[in-house]
């Protein structure tokens, strides 16, 4: 069973991904800056997967521990302090594949848009701090808040982008074990700048239009 630290985990994202990627048979562990925070998420994690009669259970960390005992680690943090959480863990990371869900926008009036830094985008940026990790990214374009309720359904595409074929694969696996989502290869790292753009697409399309939820399918 391949072991999953969701750093961040007790966040919007990290719910979905932690309950789903469980009820999928990877070994989950909810990192945290606070254990305790971390324990309270984690019981409520559990009980829902109890309810829902599945037997795996997530465990909890602080975001060191959680790497370093983990093959795989999502960063799912806010853009503003994922790049400092992914400088800090430089040693904890190094040969892991890390994901990254990261995207970096910001408000102008009414509106998002898209907020890169200069790298080209966040998956980059902390490809080049993480330079001995093997960093793809994906979920930018899942809405958290539909993916967090175990009773939604859904069909939605994530792109997958990254230099490593091998980690990639591993991380198309990963999101395809989640029942509703489908992983395409959208090709290296660098092609992250085109996926995390369509996040303040996305949010400004449910805004100005009353649709909420909204992903992507491509068809
Ligand atoms: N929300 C969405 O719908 C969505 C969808 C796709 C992708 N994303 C991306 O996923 C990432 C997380 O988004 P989110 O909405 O889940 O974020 P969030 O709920 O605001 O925060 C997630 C977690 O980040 C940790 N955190 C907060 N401030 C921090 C700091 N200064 N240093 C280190 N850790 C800190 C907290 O965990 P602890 O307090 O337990 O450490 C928090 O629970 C973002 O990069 C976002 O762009 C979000």
């Not at 719910?15 to 800056?33: F, H, P, Q």
């Not at 400004?204 to 992507?216: F, M, P, R």
Request: aromatic letters at 6%; charged letters at 25%.
């Amino acid at each position: 069973m391949m072991k999953v630290a969701i750093l961040g985990g007790t966040g919007n994202i990290g719910v979905g991904l932690s309950l789903r990627l469980a009820v999928a048979n990877y070994s989950v562990v909810v990192g945290s800056r606070s254990e305790d925070k971390a324990r309270k998420k984690v019981e409520e994690y559990n009980s829902i997967l109890n309810k829902l009669g599945c037997e795996n259970r997530i465990g909890f960390a602080d975001n060191s521990t959680a790497s370093k005992i983990c093959d795989i680690t999502i960063l799912a943090i806010p853009y503003k302090h994922a790049f400092s959480t992914a400088e800090s863990l430089r040693e904890e990371l190094e040969g892991k594949i890390v994901v990254s869900p990261v995207v970096p926008m910001k408000k102008e009036g009414n509106t998002f848009v898209y907020d890169p830094p200069e790298e080209g985008s966040a998956a980059e940026k902390i490809a080049s701090i993480l330079d001995c990790s093997k960093v793809v990214s994906a979920f930018q374009t899942v809405p958290a808040k539909k993916f967090s309720n175990m009773n939604s359904k859904f069909d939605w595409d994530v792109p997958v982008c990254g230099d490593d074929e091998k980690a990639k694969k591993t991380v198309m696996d990963l999101v395809n074990s989640i029942d509703g989502l489908r992983a395409l290869n959208a090709g290296p790292l660098k092609s992250s700048r085109l996926v995390e753009s369509i996040t303040p697409l996305l949010i400004n399309l449910a805004i100005k239009n009353g649709i909420y939820d909204l992903s992507i399918k491509f068809v």
